[in-house]
């Protein structure tokens, strides 16, 4: 039987191996952690239970086409809640805006801020599922196998039709006046870890899909994914084993051979899927040092500063997904994106989960998931990540207090945080890049490392740095197209 080790039990190796496996592979997933999800992981305390990083259930129908490809229904997996008003948005200046799919209701609160707005709004969704659509079709779920498959007369219009060259922030223009609205309709960007100042306009999808696919949430959590993808894994016969640290993957010639335990111990396999951070596996696991310097010079993500707040009193004020929306939102991006560092002024976000599920937190009690984004790891520029954190805090509640939320310290009965030092300690994310590499231009499509390496011809790869890129579904669908690769290229025998 074709054996398979997949390094990491990240969504995306999760979903590889059980897809394999159901194909009739016999496959291995190693872990360096206890348990398995990557960044989607759970931390759960005294009745508190967090989502580590995920909290927004988006484009529910890649999720569904996962389930259906493993012979499921999702439905029978998880209890998806709609989450509407999407988000509650706090400007700077005491302007509350809730984004909803309630058509009429988004008119009054567009109106309000930018009479004239709710027009370009609508013309505005129209383009993002535009955006979308095509991204779906033509973008996402293709396998790039040359640079043809990519730059042909097909599919160049994807340029123009994607407005690939366009950015993200100028494109608003063309819809809204109100700054205040550019913002709402492009903060999602930083989900792909970019800045709306230098992302391409194409990202108008993230707000289509929140609004018209809807955001969801699972009860029990976002593990409940995890949770129920490696059980349906388990059952087609793949193993987890959790607490292997992988130091090095083996290649001979052309071919990956297997893995070198951090115990010394080494294991055979006739195919090899990386699944950790794609930057970490060439830095720290494959033998070539000019490969590597490569992919550590490539455009990285932002990181965040989190913190998780099991807190011992309700906050009514605190929507499940509150965001803050910083006075100045060029100069903050600029600070994250540019100088790495945490701005003056962050916007930041506040997930609280037992809005929706009361099994999330004890009775009259709630957790506070705050992310506050920051830039990502360059060792040179010798920040203090201690200090920074607390100023993140600091920020935080000062916010909150403007909403009335004046006693939360007294409240916080536990506190984990993280930063970006966390993210590359937990989970191996190169440079601490809580989203991996950049979706920026130069970084997409054929031009986003590929699924397979370029020498060892059965050494692949799925994650959030791979093509097509970062988000639970995004890596869904890299697990499908490193499936459909490993089906044409390496049969099971
Ligand atoms: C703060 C935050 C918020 C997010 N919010 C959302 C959201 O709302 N919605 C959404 O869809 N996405 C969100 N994302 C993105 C999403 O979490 C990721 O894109 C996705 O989980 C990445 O999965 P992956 O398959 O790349 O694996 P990873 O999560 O990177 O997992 C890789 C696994 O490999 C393991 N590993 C690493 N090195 C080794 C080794 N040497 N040996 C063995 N194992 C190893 C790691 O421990 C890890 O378990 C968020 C991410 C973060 C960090």
């Given at each position: ?29 190693l ?8 960044r ?78 709710f ?7 129209a ?23 990519q ?6 219009s994807?340029?123009?039709?994607l ?9 608003l ?37 929140e609004?018209a696919d ?16 490696v ?6 016969g793949?193993?987890?084993v959790?607490e ?21 111990s ?8 990386a ?88 009775e009259?009690?709630?957790?506070l998931?705050?992310?506050?984004p ?43 945080s ?6 590359r300690?937990?989970?191996?994310l ?6 991996g ?6 970084q ?26 970062t988000?639970v ?8 197209l ?6 044409k ?5």
């Amino acid at each position: 039987m074709t054996s398979v080790l997949v390094v990491g039990a990240g969504v995306g190796g999760i979903a590889v191996a059980a897809r394999l496996a159901r194909r009739g592979y016999d496959v291995t997933v190693l872990e360096k952690n206890a348990a398995p999800g990557g960044r989607c992981n759970q931390i759960v305390q005294d009745g508190h239970r967090f989502d580590v990083g995920p909290s927004l259930f988006l484009l529910p129908q890649v999720y569904a086409q996962t389930y259906a490809a493993l012979g499921e229904r999702m439905e029978d997996h998880l209890d998806l809640k709609r989450i509407d008003p999407t988000y509650h948005i706090h400007f700077e200046d005491g302007t509350v805006l809730k984004l909803s799919a309630d058509i009429n209701w988004m008119q009054e609160e567009l109106e309000a801020i930018e009479p004239g707005s709710f027009g370009g709004f609508l013309r505005y969704m129209a383009e993002g599922q535009r955006h979308l659509d095509i991204a779906l079709d033509r973008f996402l779920t293709k396998n790039f196998y040359t640079l043809y498959d990519q730059v042909n007369p097909g599919n160049l219009s994807l340029l123009t039709e994607l407005k690939l060259l366009y950015k993200h922030y100028d494109n608003l223009g063309n819809y809204f006046k109100s700054e205040k609205l550019k913002a709402v309709f492009s903060f999602q960007d930083v989900y792909m870890g970019l800045s709306p100042y230098e992302s391409p306009a194409a990202y108008s999808m993230l707000q289509y899909t929140e609004l018209a696919d809807g955001v969801w949430f699972p009860i029990g959590g976002m593990y409940r994914i995890v949770e129920s993808l490696v059980s349906i894994a388990e059952g087609h016969g793949a193993r987890f084993v959790y607490e292997s640290p992988v130091k090095q993957i083996t290649v001979e010639g052309s071919r990956a051979t297997g893995a070198v335990l951090a115990d010394g111990s080494v294991m055979h396999a006739d195919i090899v899927i990386a699944n950790a951070d794609l930057p970490y596996v060439y830095d720290r696991l494959l033998p070539d040092r000019g490969l590597a310097r490569r992919m550590m010079n490539k455009q990285f993500t932002c990181s965040a500063i989190m913190f998780y707040w099991a807190v011992g009193e309700a906050y009514p004020q605190l929507a499940h997904h509150t965001l803050f929306l910083s006075g100045d939102y060029k100069a903050s991006s600029d600070c994250i994106f540019h100088d790495h560092t945490l701005p003056e002024k962050p916007s930041f976000y506040i997930h609280v989960p037992n809005r929706t599920d009361p099994t999330a937190a004890p009775e009259g009690c709630e957790n506070l998931m705050v992310l506050v984004p920051v830039g990502c790891l360059y060792e040179e520029l010798g920040l203090d990540f201690g200090a920074l954190r607390a100023r993140a805090k600091e920020i935080a509640l000062e916010q909150l207090a403007k909403l009335g939320i004046t006693d939360l310290e007294a409240h916080i009965k536990h506190e984990v945080s993280y930063t970006p030092h966390d993210w590359r300690g937990l989970y191996n994310l190169a440079r601490g890049a809580t989203f991996g590499l950049k979706h920026n231009i130069s970084q997409l499509g054929y031009l986003r490392p590929q699924n397979r390496h370029g020498r060892y011809k059965n050494l692949y790869f799925c994650g959030a740095s791979t093509h097509p890129g970062t988000g639970v579904p995004i890596a869904f669908l890299g697990a499908e197209l490193v499936e459909e690769r490993i089906l044409k290229e390496q049969p099971v025998s």
